[in-house]
């Protein structure tokens, strides 16, 4: 059977839980938003305890905590406070974060939930009891200089650029996976495809060189958008105006956290702009989703490619990882890609719902931001992931048919493109036209013709000729 505490707040008494380190604030916000289960990824905890060190440290070296004075704390008791908000960054009292993710708006409640944890294990280092907040209090001395509209996203921004990094460095390893293969295809010549049709024939390495430049762009893209959220609006507090922080403190506090966490973090240039507009939030969200559409594309394309393997194109062979039929008996199937997929889609998902909450701020501060470093953190962690599998278990093992890719290459009716420079484009086009009724290739069909004879059809009609690049430097991955 639980046992409780009583605690009060300013609107009254409230059980909770007599081992919770957390307090009225958070119990009301548990029995009031019991909507979906999903609590606060970890990272963002964490980062919520290094936000509170920041600014404790700061608030301590601005002499706000100690000294004399009503509520000012003893030296021993700031080393306290300092440790408690260390071990939440450590993430020893993840489990102590119990608020749903749909809650008040702007993260009210995690914040006081951040709060509430550091100052009960402040106090129980210092001998106290849970719940009685003497001699830290919630909000007197952890949460001094702060409110819930700078911390929450100064947090969201700090665990973002934290998790970032995973999916920079999936997408880069997925492009020199590929680039690669690029250069493993690089002499296989295959026929084009254009509108899904027939088209003149490519290197099947210089296609991967394709997938390899967009993924390695799609990492600059992430990597750029990332670096808008070194700027933060810690310091302005309610609106954007200070009230109740200090002289000097957004510098200050942006120094400790940029010396806690060896990031260049900077205070906001305009402090009413970040605290109206997320729109940094969007620019790196919308970075993820057009990482996730080149991956869908990409997924889409091995997945043809390997069709198959008898009825489908079959130009390329994926590595076997589990039987794709549960009536079927030898049928494969491309897993790895289709779970790629359905990843890149959740993550279009998570984008929407992020630029909802960017735009949906209003006058002088934007609510939603629970809600958009949700989605933004689960958008990075599983795309990051799928992209690993998709690296590991597929791309590193795809294998050429090189007798497929030389069938087509050398059957395509698109090779009559190369004769339009000495017949015009209507006999080419009556040429690719008999081929395609007659079932002969275009080099027989010229030959019978007499176009061109036997010597002179084998050199211009040869597609590994016709698919080298006019400038190959310029489409290197």
């Not at 700031?78 to 119990?98: I, M, N, S, W, Y």
């Not at 799609?218 to 070194?230: I, N």
Request: charged share 20%.
């Amino acid at each position: 059977m639980t046992e409780y505490r009583i605690e009060k707040d300013s609107m009254g008494e409230v059980r909770v839980p007599a081992q919770a380190y957390y307090g009225a604030q958070t119990q009301r916000a548990v029995e009031n938003f019991p909507i979906s289960g999903w609590t606060l990824p970890p990272p963002l905890i964490h980062a919520l305890g290094l936000v509170k060190l920041a600014c404790a440290t700061a608030n301590r070296d601005l002499g706000k905590l100690t000294g004399s004075g009503k509520n000012r704390l003893t030296e021993a008791q700031v080393q306290a406070l300092l440790t408690a908000c260390r071990e939440v960054a450590e993430g020893k009292f993840d489990d102590q974060f119990p608020v749903d993710v749909f809650q008040t708006g702007s993260g009210t409640s995690s914040n006081m939930n951040a709060n509430e944890v550091i100052a009960n294990r402040a106090n129980e280092i210092l001998g106290g009891r849970r719940g009685e907040y003497r001699p830290v209090h919630p909000n007197d001395h952890v949460n001094l200089g702060q409110s819930s509209n700078d911390v929450i996203p100064t947090a969201s921004r700090l665990a973002l650029l934290r998790a970032t990094p995973r999916l920079v460095e999936a997408l880069r390893l997925l492009g020199e996976a590929l680039c690669r293969k690029a250069q493993e295809f690089g002499n296989l010549t295959k026929t084009g495809r254009t509108h899904l049709q027939d088209a003149v024939p490519i290197r099947l390495g210089d296609e991967f060189s394709g997938y390899a430049s967009a993924m390695r762009r799609a990492a600059e893209r992430v990597a750029e958008a990332r670096r808008a959220l070194t700027e933060l609006n810690l310091g302005a507090t309610a609106l954007g105006t200070g009230i109740n922080a200090f002289p000097g403190y957004r510098a200050q506090v942006a120094a400790e956290l940029s010396a806690i966490t060896g990031f260049e973090l900077r205070p906001a240039h305009n402090t009413f702009e970040i605290t109206q507009s997320h729109a940094d939030f969007a620019h790196l969200s919308g970075a993820i989703r057009n990482a996730a559409l080149e991956v869908i594309r990409i997924a889409n394309d091995i997945r043809l490619l390997g069709s198959g393997p008898r009825a489908g194109l079959g130009e390329i062979v994926l590595p076997p990882v589990q039987p794709g039929s549960s009536i079927m008996p030898g049928k494969v199937n491309p897993s790895i890609a289709e779970m790629v997929n359905m990843v890149a889609f959740q993550v279009v998902g998570y984008d929407h719902a992020v630029s909802l909450g960017v735009q949906a701020g209003q006058l002088d501060l934007n609510v939603m931001t629970p809600l958009i470093v949700y989605n933004l953190l689960w958008a990075n962690d599983i795309l990051a992931n799928a992209l690993t599998v998709f690296r590991t278990r597929c791309i590193e093992g795809i294998q050429a048919n090189e007798r497929r890719l030389s069938e087509l290459a050398h059957g395509s009716i698109a090779l009559a493109t190369i004769l339009t420079p000495q017949i015009g484009y209507l006999r080419a086009a009556e040429i690719a036209k008999k081929a395609w009724e007659t079932g002969k290739t275009v080099r027989e069909v010229v030959v019978e013709e007499g176009i061109l004879s036997e010597a002179e059809a084998a050199e211009i009609l040869d597609p590994v000729r016709m698919a080298l690049p006019q400038d190959p430097d310029a489409n290197r991955c």
